[in-house]
């Protein structure tokens, strides 16, 4: 029997049901499908999944809180695990170290070992997508092996190029859009993990899985080249 | 056709519509016009449909200049607009001429004026939306603010030449067009101060009774970081007992956060997606356009309503919207 979800009110126009308050790879993949579930129903013009729970944005012309929430508690005690939607394995290219990577020494003298152990364990893991945010196509990622662990730059950087891939803490991910940040670079993607030409413009989803696939430094501009012409620079793992 | 060159572009002027709502799990905000009911004034007032696009025009408006003449309208905060050094007024509709200049100042209350051209402006369809979102470089004009030399192109549907199609309603022809202007009683205030109706929630458990009523007793200023993603306010804190932070989650519109420090800061519609601060309570949408026309040093006072409350003014405040074009008057 799961629990039941609390709704909370997040103005008159939405409604925000928690369905846990702990990362739980198997709770988020209930949130994606308990989402896209609501996000059928006509009165529902959102619904936004995150690590514990939904962000119902709904029409109050169309409907009430009351008979939403109602609609939502028993959708949720309805949802069938089956029907979960398919989970992909995204392999994306990643330049480590050099001008690419300018973090990856810092991180090997921080976690006692050699930059290309760093590399070979960042790259092995198989990373969990929680959830899409911060800016747009930017994924929080779970999985980072511990041993990696980093504190941010004591000074964030004014300027971080689109595609970096970083370690903060206990976190990686990578900056979809160029901005200030102070996360660990030690690495970059050539590909473009938000590209308004496509639809959906993120590549990534919540609930993929993602490798990183180490790339030759040399090969990242014509990377970067065909992903900036809307071209497929990465790959799925069946 | 209209056709516009931005001699001196404003503090911040970008092209926006109805924004692109539905692409938060992308990580996008929908962007979109701030101030709606400025917005639709002024889109109606000109004869375009709601759904065209409008440039919004930050705290001074600068200086534009006419190169083909055409319709345009004005609403929103006053900035003492003046066509050829004569002032025009505001929330009406003129028409321009080839080499008209019209300057636009700065303004006392509020800071977002929106300037509607016939046909409406003509932007980047991003995802449904020719919204401007600065931090991502899309929609609008390359993505970007408008800058000085820029030219803003608007064009009628039959001089586009295309048939009909959802967008664009069917222009009627021979209609004679006369200038028009919202009528005095349907012109919303920018009050300084101003009250924001919200509704507790979605993290008010985290705030004790004490801090709830310093939320709704207090009078708090807008800071210098104000824009499109949010406006951050100064005053009493608000820092919750046992901390801020919560697993990250999609921030709805109009949230009124509350990070470490417990300053509130009310999101908008340029908002970071998802956000790990407590949320202690929501403006209802009926308000949040009010947020919008807030600038550094305006005061601002939180007013909880219950649920039913919030209902009621949702539905009033659509039903003014829809009833705009009643109100308008011929000059």
């Known amino acids: 029997m799961r629990e039941a979800p609390r709704f909370h009110l997040a103005g008159e126009s939405g409604l925000w049901v928690e369905l846990g308050t702990r990362i739980d790879p198997a709770l988020s993949s209930l949130a994606r499908a308990l989402a896209a579930r609501i996000e059928e129903w006509p009165e529902v013009e959102e619904a936004a999944p995150s690590y514990a729970g939904v962000l119902a944005l709904y029409n109050p012309l169309a409907t009430t809180m009351e008979s939403l929430r109602e609609r939502i508690a028993e959708a949720w005690a309805a949802l069938d695990p089956e029907e979960l939607p398919p989970s992909r394995t995204i392999l994306l290219p990643v330049a480590y170290g050099g001008e690419y990577g300018p973090d990856l020494e810092a991180v090997a003298d921080h976690t006692g070992f050699s930059a290309e152990e760093v590399l070979r364990r960042h790259a092995s893991t198989l990373y969990l997508v929680h959830l899409i945010g911060f800016t747009p196509g930017f994924p929080y990622l779970g999985g980072l092996p511990p041993e990696l662990a980093t504190p941010r730059l004591p000074t964030p950087r004014t300027r971080v190029p689109a595609g970096s891939v970083g370690i903060a803490g206990s976190q990686t991910g990578v900056y979809s859009l160029e901005s200030p940040g102070g996360w660990r670079l030690i690495g970059r993607t050539p590909t473009l993990l938000f590209d308004p030409r496509r639809d959906p413009p993120s590549l990534l989803r919540a609930g993929d899985r993602l490798r990183f696939r180490p790339l030759p430094s040399s090969d990242f501009s014509l990377l970067a080249e065909a992903s900036a012409r809307g071209e497929r620079t990465w790959e799925e793992q069946l | ?331």
């Not at chain 2, 409008?54 to 066509?83: F, P, S, V, Y």
């Not at chain 2, 019209?102 to 929106?114: A, H, P, V, W």
């Not at chain 2, 030449?161 to 021979?174: A, T």
């Open chain 2, 1 to 331: 056709m209209i056709l516009l060159r931005a001699h001196r572009p404003g503090f911040l002027s970008t092209i926006q519509d109805l924004g692109r709502p539905g692409y938060l799990k992308e990580g996008l905000p929908p962007s979109g016009a701030l101030d709606e009911p400025a917005f639709l004034a002024a889109n109606l007032l000109v004869g375009n449909p709601i759904e065209a696009a409008a440039l919004e025009l930050t705290l001074w408006g600068g200086e534009w200049e006419c190169l083909a003449g055409g319709w345009a309208a004005i609403a929103g905060a006053d900035m003492k607009g003046r066509l050829n050094g004569e002032p025009i007024g505001n929330w009406r509709s003129l028409q321009l001429s080839r080499g008209d200049r019209l300057e636009l100042g700065s303004c006392r209350n509020g800071c977002r004026t929106y300037f509607a051209l016939e046909g409406g402006i003509e932007g980047t369809l991003v995802l449904g939306s020719r919204s401007t979102y600065l931090r991502a470089g899309l929609g609008g004009l390359q993505g970007r603010a408008i800058q000085s030399g820029d030219l803003l192109l608007a064009r009628t549907k039959q001089e586009r030449g295309e048939q009909s199609s959802q967008l664009w309603e069917e222009e009627q022809p021979g209609q004679q067009k006369v200038p028009r202007a919202l009528e005095q009683s349907s012109i919303p205030n920018y009050p300084d101060p101003c009250i924001l109706r919200v509704l507790w929630g979605p993290q008010e458990e985290r705030f004790p009774a004490e801090l709830r009523a310093v939320f709704s007793s207090s009078a708090y200023r807008v800071s210098e970081r104000h824009d499109r993603m949010g406006v951050r306010l100064e005053g009493s804190s608000l820092a919750p007992p046992k901390g801020s932070d919560l697993l990250s989650q999609a921030i709805p519109p109009g949230a009124v956060q509350i990070p470490p420090d417990g300053q509130p800061m009310v999101m908008l519609a340029d908002r970071q997606t998802t956000g790990g601060y407590a949320v202690i309570a929501t403006v209802l949408g009926a308000d949040l356009w009010k947020a919008g026309q807030m600038k550094a040093g305006d005061v601002v006072r939180f007013h909880p309503v219950p649920l039913e409350e919030a209902r009621t003014a949702w539905r009033d405040f659509r039903a003014y919207l829809s009833q705009l074009p009643i109100h308008f008057y011929s000059l």
